[in-house]
């Protein structure tokens, strides 16, 4: 006799389900009517603002207006950056003749984007409200259902943004909201969900990649951070104490790409100290090196690359200078912010992750490429036995397209001279 299922899962199965056959009928949908739902859901943000604000205010007992800036509005300003752009991003592609291989004649292709199914979307707890719930957006105007498991003691606050969406008009089985607990997202998985965009620390991370391994089942892994500031010779000093300030105080100091790591050009690093010492910011660490060479090198050491900031009062240089950065992201003159504008990407590499949110990147990344070839033509050389001189044919063919100089010529002429043995060949089978 079998052993009965455990509830949870029995639980999840249903959930599962019922988001399988929900997707099913919103990727019919036209995508004009998704985003009509999004619209709704954005001006609900704007009339709810403060409600949601509290709620996620009420997560790390952190300031309303901080919520309402950092949480509520990046969300309304994501809302609105999929409804005027999802329909580019996501419009199928064709190609015809243009750019197309000599022997691709008769062949034309159409490139679709089309929603992976279900989306499980894992949500930290430092911005329990903006970052599950723009996740989920993204995956919802591509097409998808999504099963939303919020971080322990925030699913009070995907619980409001749930019946947010549902008020909008979206029907409760495309963003159902799991428990808090770890085993929730286990068992979601075990049931099968076709994606995951998980976001926390590297630890649960691998957790997560070991129980999607054995399903093949793709990921977005958006891990921890240790984020560098480096500070060259020339730096507006007092601009970088206030950006700190701001970076380490934001949300209590659990930002993911807040500042870790100050690497400072040594002939500047005791004025920067003074200053850092009278704003009380003396526990951040401090590293002084020689050069910028060298401090682009210590930045690049950390085996976490999820952003990085320079300071610098020649933004040509700093320019210059982030090309050499592995991170996801890097800012010049500032820290934390400008990564919520909602047409950027965002996410890591190394041990801070891999695959992308947000911005168009972010929006494709809940979809994968679906092609359609079509040949029009009426001949299919290709399906017939090969001939005794198709070795001679294919091989001038490949010299004439990309050879180079006066060795095209010759192939050309060769080229020409096997499709007419090739063509007689035809004829006299026939």
Request: charged share 20%; net charge positive; hydrophobic share 45%.
């Amino acid at each position: 006799m079998h052993a009965a299922a455990k509830p949870q899962t029995t639980r999840s199965y249903l959930v599962h389900e019922a988001a399988r056959e929900a997707q099913s009928r919103w990727s019919r949908e036209p995508i004009s009517e998704r985003l009509r739902i999004i619209r709704k859901i954005r001006r609900s943000l704007a009339a709810q603002g403060e409600r949601l604000a509290e709620a996620a205010a009420a997560v790390n007992n952190r300031p309303i207006a901080e919520k309402l800036v950092s949480e509520v509005l990046p969300l309304a300003d994501a809302c609105r950056w999929l409804e005027k752009n999802a329909v580019r991003v996501l419009q199928s592609r064709h190609f015809g003749s243009k750019g197309r291989p000599f022997w691709m004649q008769g062949v034309s292709f159409t490139v679709q984007r089309m929603p992976v199914g279900i989306v499980l979307v894992i949500g930290p707890g430092n911005y329990p409200l903006f970052l599950p719930a723009v996740h989920s957006l993204h995956a919802l105007a591509a097409g998808n259902s999504v099963l939303l498991k919020p971080a322990p003691g925030t699913r009070d606050v995907a619980l409001l943004f749930a019946e947010l969406a549902q008020n909008a008009g979206l029907d409760p089985a495309l963003l159902p909201v799991l428990p808090e607990a770890t085993e929730a997202a286990h068992d979601a998985i075990e049931v099968g969900v076709d994606k995951v965009i998980f976001t926390g620390s590297s630890e649960n991370g691998r957790d997560v990649l070991v129980r999607l391994a054995d399903t093949n089942t793709p990921s977005v892994m958006e891990l921890s951070g240790e984020d560098a500031v480096l500070v060259f010779a020339d730096a507006d000093l007092d601009l970088v104490v206030r950006a700190l300030r701001f970076g380490t105080r934001l949300n209590g100091g659990e930002t993911c790409i807040a500042p870790r790591r100050l690497i400072v050009i040594e002939s500047v690093a005791d004025s920067l100290q003074q200053r850092l010492n009278a704003a009380q910011l003396s526990g951040l660490t401090m590293e002084s090196v020689p050069s910028e060479p060298i401090a682009l090198e210590v930045a690049n050491a950390s085996e976490f690359a999820l952003g990085a900031s320079i300071f610098s009062r020649d933004v040509a240089k700093a320019q210059t200078a982030a090309q050499r950065i592995k991170t996801g992201f890097v800012l010049i003159n500032d820290l934390i912010a400008p990564t919520a504008d909602p047409r950027m990407p965002f996410g890591g590499v190394k041990a801070s992750g891999f695959g992308t949110t947000r911005g168009e990147e972010g929006l494709l990344e809940m979809t994968f490429p679906h092609v359609v070839a079509v040949r029009r033509s009426g001949r299919h050389a290709h399906l017939e036995e090969p001939a005794a001189n198709d070795a001679q044919l294919f091989s001038s063919y490949l010299k004439a397209a990309h050879g180079y100089g006066f060795q095209r010529f010759g192939a050309a002429r060769a080229l020409i001279r096997a499709l007419l043995d090739r063509i007689k060949s035809t004829k006299g089978l026939r």
